[in-house]
């Protein structure tokens, strides 16, 4: 319907009487009716009309009214909402900055200056302990409390890290909470005195981190039975050692393990047997480590072109032996290590100390000794070699050093070093460590490996 402009209560009825309304008078004039009587009839017509418009008019005011209610309406919704949203916005505001400075806000407890500070470990570690994770014990000890107080908040709240969760989902957090700290010692490199502070304090951040309590007597039945085991009382080389070994390595795994289905176990029962393995593996490590220093350094010595007398630059005896050791054995093979059950102490050679470890004698009697990485006769630091091919470059090396010790490449599997050289290996508590390091073969050593450097 068309929209009315004008208000026809504003109207009046035109004199129709008038001479300007004379064409309009003319259609009704006729025998019967004057230009007086038509003037009446267009007066009644246009009273009708009035009287109608005034009606539609009313309606469309009321409609208008009602439509400027209604935005009247939503514009006060809108204001209520905005300014329900500008609360909302500032409470926020308020919660994160509570969130983000949450010691700012924290009451203050009413007592007094303690006579010794507070255990607090540092913010990665607490965070790893509120979430249940292994934590090394070097953050719970006298080194590591210090290195917390003294770092605290060195690193800015507002940096974030990304952190991948165990469902794949990641999220970022305080980079404080993730750093770690520069001079962590691992488990099993701490001593006896390191270990006694720190189980306690640890076992402490359990309880205010709300680990379960059987869980945490667990921990603590873990460590009790540690320093009370005899190995903790031994005199034998390697037996204190091989518990904090053990400590560090299990208690990672039942970590692990714990979070694996069907994996479980408890940790305080400790098993001997694993314990014993990692007595023997310090053994072999520090025979290792001590035969490689030797080798090393018989090598610098006996080799004629690291001599500044031409008189020295002789060829090395081999395989001669002393009278002495001729009386001890017939054979040079008795030149056996004693094992880590027999007191760890070191084997007495009874070679003459001119021969060289390791050395084979080669058509001039001067020929280097393989290598049990590179399979090279060349010269260079076996003690560190660690190249990804042979010396011809035709092989890829299946076995590494790592601080000294032959281990395979492919699962870090102890290789025996005395097995890659010539005197051998005669022992058999460890025939899995009896392999080529060159080619992977049982039945010889490096030395005698086709892949190796010929003399």
């Not at 070679?351 to 090279?376: K, W, Y």
Request: aromatic fraction near 6%; charge should be positive; hydrophobic fraction near 30%.
């Amino acid at each position: 319907m068309p929209r009315i402009l004008v208000n026809p209560n504003s109207l009046t009825c035109p004199d129709y009487t008038l001479e300007v309304f004379r064409d309009t008078r003319v259609p009704l004039v006729n025998d019967n009716t004057t230009h007086d009587q038509a003037a009446v009839v267009l007066a009644g017509i246009w009273t009708a009309s009035n009287a109608a418009e005034r009606l539609l008019w009313q309606l469309q005011v009321d409609a208008d009214e009602q439509a400027a209610e209604a935005l009247r309406h939503q514009d006060r919704e809108a204001l209520a909402l905005r300014e329900a949203e500008a609360a909302k916005e500032k409470e926020d505001l308020r919660k994160e900055e509570r969130k983000k400075n949450h010691g700012k806000f924290l009451p203050i407890p009413d007592r007094p200056v303690p006579h010794r500070p507070p255990v607090i470990a540092a913010q990665s570690a607490t965070r790893r302990m509120d979430k249940g994770d292994c934590v090394p014990l070097w953050y719970y000890t006298n080194n590591g409390l210090e290195n917390a107080l003294s770092t605290y908040n060195s690193t800015d709240d507002d940096a974030l890290s990304l952190l991948r969760g165990p469902d794949g989902s990641t999220s970022l957090i305080p980079a404080s909470s993730t750093k770690e700290s520069k001079g962590v010692v691992e488990d099993q490199d701490l001593d006896w005195e390191d270990f006694c502070i720190a189980a306690p304090r640890m076992i402490e951040a359990m309880g205010r981190a709300n680990w379960p309590p059987e869980r945490i007597q667990m921990m603590s039945n873990f460590w009790a039975n540690l320093q009370e085991h005899p190995f903790r009382s031994s005199g034998a080389p390697f037996e204190q050692k091989a518990l904090l070994l053990y400590q560090a390595e299990q208690r990672r795994l039942w970590h692990i393990a714990i979070n694996t289905p069907h994996s479980g176990y408890n940790l305080s029962i400790i098993n001997e047997s694993l314990l014993r393995d990692a007595k023997e593996r310090l053994f072999w490590k520090d025979r290792t480590r001590a035969e490689a220093e030797r080798d090393s350094l018989s090598l610098h010595k006996n080799h004629p072109g690291n001599s500044r007398n031409p008189r020295s630059a002789v060829p090395v005896s081999f395989g001669r032996l002393t009278n002495d050791s001729r009386r001890r054995s017939a054979s040079p093979h008795r030149r056996r290590s004693t094992s880590p059950d027999r007191g760890g102490r070191r084997p007495r050679f009874t070679q003459d100390t001119n021969r060289s470890p390791g050395f084979q004698p080669g058509a001039n009697g001067n020929a280097l000794p393989v290598c049990a990485v590179c399979l090279g006769r060349h010269q260079h630091k076996v003690y560190h070699c660690d190249v990804p091919s042979t010396w011809d470059g035709l092989f890829q090396t299946l076995a590494k050093r790592i601080r000294g010790e032959l281990l395979l490449r492919q699962d870090n599997q102890p290789l025996c070093l005395d097995w890659q050289q010539k005197r051998g290996c005669e022992s058999r508590r460890h025939d899995k460590r009896h392999i080529c390091s060159g080619c992977g073969q049982t039945n010889h050593g490096a030395h005698a490996c086709p892949r190796a450097q010929k003399a």
